[in-house]
């Protein structure tokens, strides 16, 4: 079973930043969080993943908090293009990817 | 760099037939997963390899789903013989070292069995 609770869905206009929020409460020490996304009809795709830093690479910003119970992924300017299915995943550095069901984000004109 | 080749793209299938997916992964990549996304749900590893080693075949009902990864570089992965329940999308990744990082996923096959 997937380690991490997301909103089922979540919208964006487009140009804004859209924040993706992520609980994973019984994270352990070693655990890292993991972001990918799933375009319509296209496979997974790897966004950015942090294990107590906040992160930042071109496509996004990842946020976790100080007691690692939670992160927020951060799309700074969402585009149409960022219109997909967002999972956050927690594992360890050779464990697999557990998915849930993500957050599906709409971004808007 | 050529991505993650998996073919066909869209099969159909009556229940009880049989059914092949091929999956040719980045150049130099040693792990490959299946996955197996029903509508509406997560990617499920199916199986990992490593080389042609399997390292996890945990979730794989191997009553009817066979994977094999000859010289350690393409797959197959075969259901024998399929049920109504295993329709549903089913993607190979690969990545050069198995770290959860780096898994590079095709685009897809899509089975329906009717």
């Known amino acids: 079973d997937a380690k991490t609770t997301q909103p089922p869905s979540m919208d964006c206009a487009e140009g804004r930043a859209a924040n993706l929020p992520c609980n994973h409460s019984?994270?352990?020490?070693?655990?890292?969080v993991y972001w990918y996304r799933q375009i319509h009809s296209q496979g997974p795709q790897y966004i950015i993943h942090?294990?107590?830093n906040n992160e930042t690479n071109e496509m996004a910003s990842l946020i976790i908090t100080e007691d690692r119970k939670s992160s927020t992924l951060i799309l700074p300017h969402a585009t149409l293009r960022d219109t997909a299915v967002y999972y956050c995943i927690v594992s360890n550095q050779g464990g697999k990817l557990i998915f849930g069901q993500g957050t599906e984000l709409s971004v808007k004109p | 760099e050529a991505g993650v080749a998996q073919s066909p793209r869209y099969k159909i299938i009556e229940k009880r037939q049989s059914v092949a997916f091929w999956c040719n992964p980045i150049s130099g990549h040693a792990t490959l997963y299946w996955y197996q996304q029903i509508l509406g749900q997560g990617p499920k590893l199916l199986i990992q390899f490593q080389n042609n080693g399997v390292v996890d075949d945990s979730q794989l009902p191997k009553d009817r789903f066979s994977a094999e990864r000859l010289k350690g570089v393409d797959s197959t992965l075969k259901i024998q013989p399929a049920k109504l329940e295993d329709s549903a999308v089913y993607l190979c990744?690969?990545?050069?070292?198995?770290?959860?990082?780096?898994?590079?996923f095709g685009p897809g096959t899509r089975l329906t069995v009717t």
């Open positions: 990744a690969s990545s050069l070292d198995g770290l959860p990082y780096e898994q590079y």
């Open positions: 942090g294990l107590k």
């Open positions: 019984t994270i352990s020490g070693n655990e890292y």
